[in-house]
């Protein structure tokens, strides 16, 4: 079903709006974000994200409404690898809790930008080259494979190309000067941990990109429902990264979780000419997987003592 043109202003135009409001109300002072606002954000982009699927389906019928909860799950799900990357960059770059979320900021609109230009690329690869699902397939399960096996993105800032090219073009200073990403010091520009910060966030995010976008290509090949998963799922990550950060060791078996779901949708590639499987198998075959590892590591993490010198709650 070909989508109109207002379509597209109305979403584009909405994601600004949110992105308008968090940076010039929500957060126009720099601040920690609590655990607190970090819940009632949370559950305040979870229900557009859920309730755009719910319009969706209103609009355009069940099976799009579907394949975008589908697209949208992936998303979110994968999106938690991202959070224990984020404060692995943080932490290298001494970037304090109040400026973290200026970071995040800036790093989502580099994000939304980067999926829109790999999703368009993927479309077209898609309709012109017939056996790019079997690579796209072929990719999302090593991926999968590599995930069960421990294998993880490694963060080393310091070998990051992009920061060393950084390095060249402009000075990077040891110091932060309050939320700024450049400063002008003795008659030229110089950068500070935050941008350093931020373009490693993004050098990252684009890693992440060549995983999740394929995999929802594996549910849909409808743009429209690709591009509003990713972004409604992306929008929500600043607040998910606050809410989790610290919990993330307690997921012991999400990683594989997502790596049987990498592994789930790369088969489903693989299937294309063989018929295609209904999207509320896909959907709730890939919600199971999620949640019985999320299940599984919080019973993990009752059974589990905390390590020696601290106390459990």
């Known amino acids: 079903m070909a989508v109109p043109w207002w379509a597209w202003v109305a979403v584009i135009a909405f994601t600004l709006a949110l992105l308008a409001l968090d940076l010039f109300v929500l957060h126009r ?23 755009f ?17 589908a697209g949208y799950l992936i998303e979110k799900s994968l999106s938690i690898d991202n959070i224990f990357v984020f404060a692995l960059i943080f932490s290298y770059f001494a970037i304090p809790a109040e400026y973290q979320h200026r970071v995040l900021f800036w790093g989502v609109i580099g994000a939304i930008a980067f999926r829109a230009l790999f999703i368009a690329l993927g479309a077209v690869l898609l ?5 790019i699902v079997y690579v796209f397939g072929a ?6 494979v590599k995930m069960a096996r421990g294998h993880s993105v490694e963060v080393h800032p310091d070998r990051n190309p992009v920061i060393r090219l950084m390095r060249r073009v402009i000075p990077v200073s040891d110091e932060l000067r309050g939320p700024r990403f450049l400063v002008r010091d003795a008659g030229r520009w110089v950068a500070t941990p935050l941008l350093a910060a931020l373009v490693a966030v993004e050098t990252m995010d684009v890693v992440f990109a060549i995983d999740s976008v394929p995999a929802i290509f594996a549910i849909t090949d409808d743009v429209f429902i690709v591009f509003t998963a990713n972004v409604f799922a992306i929008l929500g990550l600043r607040a998910m990264y606050f809410l989790l950060a610290g919990t993330i060791p307690r997921f012991a078996y999400l990683q594989t979780g997502l790596a049987l779901v990498l592994v789930f949708v790369g088969a489903k590639m693989f299937l294309t000419d063989v018929g295609k499987l209904p999207v509320w198998i896909s959907l709730g075959v890939i919600a199971a997987i999620i949640g019985t590892s999320v299940a599984a590591s919080l019973l993990h993490a009752r059974r589990t003592p905390p390590p020696a010198g601290r106390t459990g709650s």
């Open 139 to 144: 990719f999302l399960v090593y991926t999968g």
């Open 29 to 51: 002072e720099a601040h920690e974000v609590s655990l607190r606002e970090a819940a009632w954000m949370s559950a305040f982009y979870a229900a557009i994200g859920l309730g």
């Open 127 to 131: 309709d012109n080259v017939d056996w």
């Open 53 to 69: 699927g719910a319009l969706i389906w209103v609009w355009r019928g069940p099976e799009s409404g579907g394949e975008y909860l």
